[in-house]
């Protein structure tokens, strides 16, 4: 019996690299009678979705392609149909086809067709900078080159949490970063930013990032993870550069949350629509002095606890009518209660821009995390 699904998956395992889409699109057409296929990325910026062979992107809110990628799910619009290209919570983009089936089972296949198709984007990125350059609207400095390279991802789901992250301004980030890994058991965080400007603060917080997966994957304790890249910073620059961290580890069974606090960002818990800074224990940046010893703290978290971290960036943005990180932040973080993680970050840095109108001056990173509570 002839399976749709079966023969597209094949078709994209044994498609060369950079031509994904067209043995795809060759595919769709023999399966299913669709005879335009396009892959909308959405940008570094979170700003656009831009079409892998050309064209005008799509940058209208409430686009049909836009409520597809917000909501992660299948839209049809005037004949047309948008499918999440998503692996694991990692938003690549979204599969706009044409002319859309209308038969439901058609319409699930094609949807498990985006999800493959996402999967396969992930396997040939290290082999082709096809789809990498094709999801810029612009180049990149080498520091932000450096930092987008460092990343785990950008958005992460499980059954116990969801997880989203962003660095602005995202064509020109320096020094600020962060970082997750998580074995369904515990969950590893981290948000840093290296001091200095330009490719210099980028390599140190890449030094610090490694020197961190190093210490985690030995299986040293968050404390010791701190002081182990503390070590590392310093034996390279001997104090005269620095690198503030924030280090989290999450138990997914019991919402224990163990953190280390070595100059970090801002750390705002949102709990039954209230936003409350959470009180942590100020320690020395990685590198600062010779053998540092790091202590942790621990709190617990609550089933729909939505934590924010985020950079002096965010938080200490100015404009004509203040600094951001009082008044209008908190409110701001109060209404993201309803949008997932992702949405939330994009959202929040809209508004920041917004705020200062104009470019974001500084790195600025933000984190959120949502804590749905253990899971069998």
Known sequence: MYDRVTAVRRALTESPAD???????????????ITATELL?????????????GGDAITTPGHPAWRCFDHQEP??????????????????GVLRL??????????????????????ELGCVDAGTDRY??????????LAAEMQWELLPGRSRVRPSFSLAGQLEPAYAVRGDSFDWSDDGHRLWLSALNGMGEGVAA???????THALRNARRAGLSLADQAALAD???????????????????????????TVVDAGSPRLVLLREGKAIEQPLDAQFPLGMFDGTEYESQRFRLEVGDRLFVLSDGVVDATSATGRYGGSALD?????????????AVRSLLGDLRAFVSAELNDDAVVVCLDWTGPQP
Do not use: W
């Open 202 to 208: 980028s390599a140190l917080t890449a030094l610090a």
């Open 132 to 141: 990498t350059v094709a999801a810029r609207t612009r180049r990149l400095t």
């Open 231 to 257: 070590q590392a910073v310093y034996a390279c620059h001997r104090g005269a550069q620095h690198v503030s961290v924030l280090l989290m580890e999450l138990e997914l069974a019991t919402g224990l949350m």
């Open 19 to 33: 031509a994904l889409v067209e043995r795809l699109a060759a595919a769709l057409d023999v399966g299913y009678r």
């Open 41 to 53: 990325q959405v940008d570094y910026r979170l700003s656009a979705l831009l079409p892998l062979t």
């Open 98 to 119: 044409a002319p859309a089936p209308t038969d439901p089972q058609e319409y699930a296949e094609l949807t498990e067709i985006g999800t493959v198709l996402a999967h």
């Open 75 to 92: 839209v049809l619009h005037e004949g047309v149909g948008y499918f999440p290209v998503s692996r694991r919570g990692e938003r690549v």
């Open 331 to 343: 409110r701001f973080l109060r209404r993201t209660g309803p949008m997932a993680p992702l949405e």
